[in-house]
């Protein structure tokens, strides 16, 4: 059983930045695949950037690759989505998840486990 727990969503002007982070807990497997998700109003939830608990690859969609960062930080079991130059289609609330076993994937079916969402809004 893992536990997942986003934060840093919030208020950003389009062009700014925004950190998340995702913290999780319980019982984990050096296979573990950590993934950002995000959903806006209407839509269905999309893969935005995903990294491989053993460091060894790091996945970002088309629509957010050159403005967005995944960094995993081992010691303190988190992931951080580094959100530049945000634009108004970037709001949305973003998940993080977590895929035990398997390959690196960009369908959310394949995810075992979710955390709760934060709300990023990027508005003047």
């Known amino acids: 059983q893992m536990r997942l727990e986003e934060s840093g969503g919030g208020l950003v002007q389009p062009g700014g930045s925004l950190t998340l982070s995702c913290k999780f807990s319980g019982s984990t497997v050096s296979t573990v695949y950590i993934g950002w998700f995000r959903q806006a109003p209407g839509k269905e939830r999309e893969f935005v950037a995903g990294?491989?608990?053993?460091?060894?690859?790091?996945d970002y969609s088309d629509s957010i690759k050159g403005r967005f960062i995944i960094i995993g930080e081992n010691a303190k079991n988190t992931v951080y989505l580094q959100m530049n130059n945000l634009k108004p289609e970037d709001t949305a609330v973003y998940y993080c998840?977590?895929?035990?076993?398997?390959?690196?994937?960009?369908?959310?079916?394949?995810?075992?486990?979710w955390g709760q969402g934060t709300q990023v809004t990027v508005s003047s």
């Open positions: 990294i491989s608990w053993s460091g060894t690859s790091a």
């Open positions: 998840a977590a895929r035990l076993w398997g390959t690196p994937t960009m369908k959310k079916d394949d995810y075992n486990y």
